[in-house]
């Protein structure tokens, strides 16, 4: 399976119109939304072409090939717009463990106990990043809208054993490969 991975929308239709083009491109099976979908949040400004009503409109359509967790930003009443379960963690299985989270909970710093070999898939910063603590990888895609750090707005793909980072032009960030 080919898993689109995705965080940090903060309710910009063009950007997640901009990856729901590569969901399509590479024929990708399932979207795994790592949280904060709607609402851009009181401490970021709004995202280009910020329209939560737009999001909910691309997104529902896709409802039985999405798997979200649910982020800071999320809201009650973000369940209530849109046709898919928004959850508080979630385990995805293919090939090795996947974890979602948001990451203001669990992250590098706050782990989860997991067994070794998991990845956790977690998003919360903005930054895209790849790291190994206590044997357990943590990968944050970046977030599609409002990157911070080195300002790539970004996201992933996971196919087989590999996960790679891309940039919003399929440029590679970086890449992880699964033992």
Request: with cysteine.
């Amino acid at each position: 399976m080919r898993y689109l991975i995705i965080s940090d929308i903060h309710g910009s239709s063009y950007y997640l119109k901009k990856v729901l083009n590569y969901f399509e491109t590479l024929k990708c099976d399932k979207i795994l939304i790592l949280g904060d979908i709607l609402y851009h949040g009181p401490t970021n400004d709004l995202p280009k072409e910020y329209n939560p009503k737009e999001v909910i409109k691309l997104l529902n359509p896709l409802k039985d090939k999405i798997i979200a967790v649910k982020g800071n930003c999320d809201a009650e009443v973000d369940s209530m717009v849109l046709d898919f379960p928004i959850l508080d963690l979630a385990l995805v299985n293919d090939n090795f463990n996947m974890y979602m989270t948001h990451g203001h909970r669990f992250n590098p710093d706050n782990k989860l106990n997991i067994e070794s070999g998991s990845v956790v898939l977690y998003g919360h910063t903005h930054i895209h990043k790849i790291d190994d603590v206590d044997g357990v990888t943590y990968l944050n895609p970046g977030s599609i809208s409002l990157a911070k750090g080195d300002l790539i707005n970004s996201f992933a793909i996971k196919e087989d054993n590999k996960i790679t980072i891309y940039d919003l032009n399929m440029n590679v960030i970086m890449e992880y490969i699964h033992d």
